[in-house]
């Protein structure tokens, strides 16, 4: 689990710099790199998105067990901390992929329904992508130590 947490946040930081631009455009050479990556930013957010779900799927079910178990009060804040980070991880996801997403429902009368439920994502896309590197150094961190 922890090299799962370790690449999680090395990722979340690789996608929270794709999802705000501006960033990563302070420093040339990381935007350099980034640009291999936007061509499939679709593919990227869809598989974002999906290793958030299952993360944080995998987050619950750790924090479940800990719960009779936790004594102090930083290793539950820890657990809450990582679960909205996987929650960033998935919504920072559905904001990179959520122009296109919609338009690949096989059922064309559920378009204007997904346009309208992933609106609000993709209004705070810049904001996920501000606070994904912040989430994605504090997985790495934990994975760590």
Do not use: N, S
Request: aromatic share 6%; with cysteine.
């Amino acid at each position: 689990m922890a090299r799962m947490g370790l690449l999680a946040g090395l990722w979340l930081v690789v996608v929270g710099l794709l999802a705000a631009p501006d960033l990563a455009r302070r420093v040339p050479q990381i935007d350099g790199l980034l640009a291999r990556l936007r061509p499939h930013i679709v593919q990227v957010g869809m598989g974002t998105a999906a290793w958030g779900v299952v993360g944080l799927l995998w987050g619950v079910i750790r924090f479940l067990g800990m719960l009779g178990v936790v004594t102090t009060g930083g290793a539950f804040l820890a657990a809450l901390v990582a679960l909205a980070a996987w929650t960033t991880m998935i919504l920072t996801g559905l904001a990179l992929c959520g122009d296109h997403l919609p338009a690949m429902l096989p059922d064309r009368r559920h378009e204007a329904k997904a346009r309208t439920a992933l609106a609000p994502v993709i209004r705070r896309r810049a904001l996920l992508g501000r606070l994904a590197p912040g989430f994605g150094l504090f997985l790495v961190i934990a994975a760590i130590f």
